[in-house]
Structure formats: structure tokens, C-alpha cells
């Protein structure tokens, strides 16, 4: 069972995509900022990881950086999640390293293809 990290300051954004994953067999954690987001990522080595970009203490940009700056985790897949949809932020999500970008609002069958698509 392939463990997931969702990370999004949104409760509801948390659940709403926790759900989703977990309805098809995936274990999840959840921070709800780059700082925890990273600490779990550190604690439980999630094979993907969902990023919110615009989060408190450190923003899903600056963390994405951080994962890719480690040798270790240079291959871990990080899709981020925005309602920044200007082709200038998506490039800034490629930028910082992110994986894919998924943008709000999202649909349930794009989410879990996604997911599929990166942990083949």
C-alpha cells in the first residue's frame, strides 16, 4: 500500500482529497504547511506527495525546493496543488520541481490518474 502525503492549510482540501485517495487503497498523511509537510516527509517517506503552494511557514514553493535539494528525494513525485491557473504559476510550480500540477477545482477521475500515472 503506496503512503500519500497530502499538504494544504484547507482542512476541507485535506479531506476532500484524503478521501478520494484513501477510497482507492491508499494510506494518508497530512501536514497543513510546508514545515510539516516536510517533517513528514522525513518521518514516513510518502511515495507521492500532494502540495498545496500558498501555505503558512513555509509555502509549498519553498518546500517542493527543499525536497528536491535532497539527494533522496530528488525522485519523489510532487504534484501541486493550485488555484493558481496562469501559465506563469504553473511554471513556477515546474520550477520549483513539482511533478505535475493539479488545479482547483480538480476532478475526482484526473486526480486518481494522476496518482496512478506516477506510482505505475
Known sequence: ????LVADDSFDNRYIIGQMLQANG???VYAKNGREALES???E?????FMDLS???IDGWTATAAIRADAELATLPVIAVTGHVTMEE????HQAGCTDVLTKP????ELISKVRALLK
Open 45 to 49: 517517506r510518502p511515495a507521492l506527495v
Open 55 to 57: 501555505m503558512p511557514e
Open 106 to 109: 480538480f476532478e475526482y477521475d
Open 90 to 93: 504553473i511554471q513556477r510550480a
Open 1 to 4: 500500500m503506496h503512503t500519500i
Open 26 to 28: 491508499y494510506r494518508i
Open 41 to 43: 516527509i522525513a518521518a
